[in-house]
């Protein structure tokens, strides 16, 4: 009995495992016209979304920390930044640059910069995003569109449910006793804008270079590299508050006892001049004996007050090298050109037009076949 016909040659198996390239641009030609028009489609929704939004700005400064310890600890903190294991743990003034991301995403950090000041170019003073987002930056027809689209059914259930308005909140920044933690109050409409800085403000660390990167996005060029600056400064005063906290504390302490030695060393000297010049023709013994006294009591005073002014400078030069510095190695400059191209999005929409009609037109050839496929029993 011959064998072919019970089995295919291996020429058969190719054919029929192959895929017909010739078929599929076949059915891609014959169905041009729903992939044109597929394609214009998307090509004019592309233009709409390209036209209408906004522009985006893109800032990035570049730092390296230097940490001025005395110790080894400045070392470590460097070896553990690149990756390097040296054995040896921070101090407890030292802070590692890997932390220094969670300061930038933190609700304090953020607020201070909710509240910064920058210019506008709708505005001829500096107000902070607060007030500009608030008060007044209108929504794009984009988000209008969105919102009663899209988030149509969020805005029913909204008006539903009746929410309460915030109430009168206590400011937690004002407080009787400054050294008593309060918790942080934020409004509902400070949420909804500082989820926007959250997008805005991004602080990545190179662990191999040991390098610092802070982007800012924003809507302007002047308000993204303000954004940017502040930013930067805001985190030097975080880590430097980290630091010296210690040091600080120590030089206000030697400062006050600084200032009631000199009062009073002061107050001594003036007496003693006064002692002096009233006992110049007296010889008795007890104008001496007095002037004797108010003498050793100035000695005494006017010691202390040397060695506190030696404690005072020893303690503004601790403050100094404890001072953590970032050194900028590229600094905030004002961008010239947006981060988002509009024609970049219209070539993006055309193609997805164009390769949602080439589905469109493969799916409706293959359709019936799989169709039958399904239909038909099994041999």
């Given at each position: 009995?011959?064998?072919?016909?019970?089995?295919?040659?291996?020429?058969?198996?190719?054919?029929?495992?192959?895929?017909?390239?010739?078929?599929?641009?076949?059915?891609?030609?014959?169905?041009?016209?729903?992939?044109?028009?597929?394609?214009?489609?998307?090509?004019?929704?592309?233009?709409?979304?390209?036209?209408?939004?906004?522009?985006?700005?893109?800032?990035?400064?570049?730092?390296?920390?230097?940490?001025?310890?005395?110790?080894?600890?400045?070392?470590?903190?460097?070896?553990?930044?690149?990756?390097?294991?040296?054995?040896?743990?921070?101090?407890?003034?030292?802070?590692?640059?890997?932390?220094?991301?969670?300061?930038?995403?933190?609700?304090?950090?953020?607020?201070?910069?909710?509240?910064?000041?920058?210019?506008?170019?709708?505005?001829?003073?500096?107000?902070?995003?607060?007030?500009?987002?608030?008060?007044?930056?209108?929504?794009?027809?984009?988000?209008?569109?969105?919102?009663?689209?899209?988030?149509?059914?969020?805005?029913?259930?909204?008006?539903?449910?009746?929410?309460?308005?915030?109430?009168?909140?206590?400011?937690?920044?004002?407080?009787?006793?400054?050294?008593?933690?309060?918790?942080?109050?934020?409004?509902?409409?400070?949420?909804?804008?500082?989820?926007?800085?959250?997008?805005?403000?991004?602080?990545?660390?190179?662990?191999?270079?040991?390098?610092?990167?802070?982007?800012?996005?924003?809507?302007?060029?002047?308000?993204?590299?303000?954004?940017?600056?502040?930013?930067?400064?805001?985190?030097?005063?975080?880590?430097?508050?980290?630091?010296?906290?210690?040091?600080?504390?120590?030089?206000?302490?030697?400062?006050?006892?600084?200032?009631?030695?000199?009062?009073?060393?002061?107050?001594?000297?003036?007496?003693?001049?006064?002692?002096?010049?009233?006992?110049?023709?007296?010889?008795?013994?007890?104008?001496?004996?007095?002037?004797?006294?108010?003498?050793?009591?100035?000695?005494?005073?006017?010691?202390?007050?040397?060695?506190?002014?030696?404690?005072?400078?020893?303690?503004?030069?601790?403050?100094?090298?404890?001072?953590?510095?970032?050194?900028?190695?590229?600094?905030?400059?004002?961008?010239?050109?947006?981060?988002?191209?509009?024609?970049?999005?219209?070539?993006?929409?055309?193609?997805?037009?164009?390769?949602?009609?080439?589905?469109?037109?493969?799916?409706?050839?293959?359709?019936?076949?799989?169709k039958d496929a399904i239909s038909s029993p099994d041999n």
């Amino acid at each position: 009995m011959d064998e072919n016909l019970y089995y295919n040659t291996p020429e058969d198996d190719e054919e029929e495992e192959g895929i017909d390239v010739l078929g599929f641009l076949r059915r891609i030609w014959d169905g041009r016209k729903t992939i044109i028009i597929w394609t214009c489609v998307f090509m004019v929704l592309g233009l709409v979304s390209a036209l209408t939004m906004k522009r985006t700005y893109t800032v990035k400064t570049v730092m390296v920390p230097q940490m001025n310890s005395r110790n080894n600890s400045s070392l470590s903190s460097l070896a553990s930044l690149a990756g390097i294991d040296m054995g040896m743990d921070l101090s407890a003034k030292d802070l590692s640059p890997l932390v220094y991301p969670q300061i930038v995403n933190s609700v304090p950090f953020r607020r201070e910069l909710l509240y910064t000041p920058l210019h506008y170019a709708k505005v001829d003073t500096a107000v902070c995003m607060y007030t500009y987002y608030k008060e007044i930056a209108k929504p794009s027809f984009m988000s209008k569109v969105k919102k009663y689209t899209i988030g149509l059914p969020f805005l029913i259930l909204k008006s539903l449910s009746k929410e309460k308005t915030d109430t009168l909140m206590v400011n937690p920044y004002v407080a009787e006793d400054k050294n008593t933690p309060t918790p942080i109050v934020l409004t509902k409409d400070e949420i909804k804008i500082m989820k926007v800085l959250a997008k805005s403000i991004t602080l990545t660390v190179d662990k191999k270079e040991g390098i610092l990167t802070l982007t800012a996005n924003g809507i302007e060029p002047l308000q993204t590299a303000e954004l940017a600056l502040s930013a930067q400064n805001l985190l030097q005063n975080e880590i430097t508050s980290f630091r010296t906290k210690k040091a600080t504390r120590e030089l206000e302490y030697i400062q006050a006892r600084y200032d009631e030695a000199k009062k009073e060393a002061e107050s001594l000297q003036a007496s003693l001049a006064a002692a002096t010049d009233r006992n110049q023709n007296m010889v008795g013994s007890s104008a001496r004996i007095q002037r004797e006294r108010i003498q050793q009591k100035y000695n005494v005073a006017n010691a202390v007050y040397t060695d506190m002014a030696k404690q005072l400078e020893q303690a503004k030069i601790q403050v100094k090298r404890d001072t953590p510095v970032l050194t900028v190695i590229q600094p905030v400059t004002v961008p010239t050109q947006a981060s988002n191209s509009r024609a970049k999005k219209l070539i993006i929409w055309t193609f997805l037009g164009f390769v949602l009609g080439c589905g469109i037109v493969l799916v409706r050839g293959i359709w019936p076949k799989f169709k039958d496929a399904i239909s038909s029993p099994d041999n």
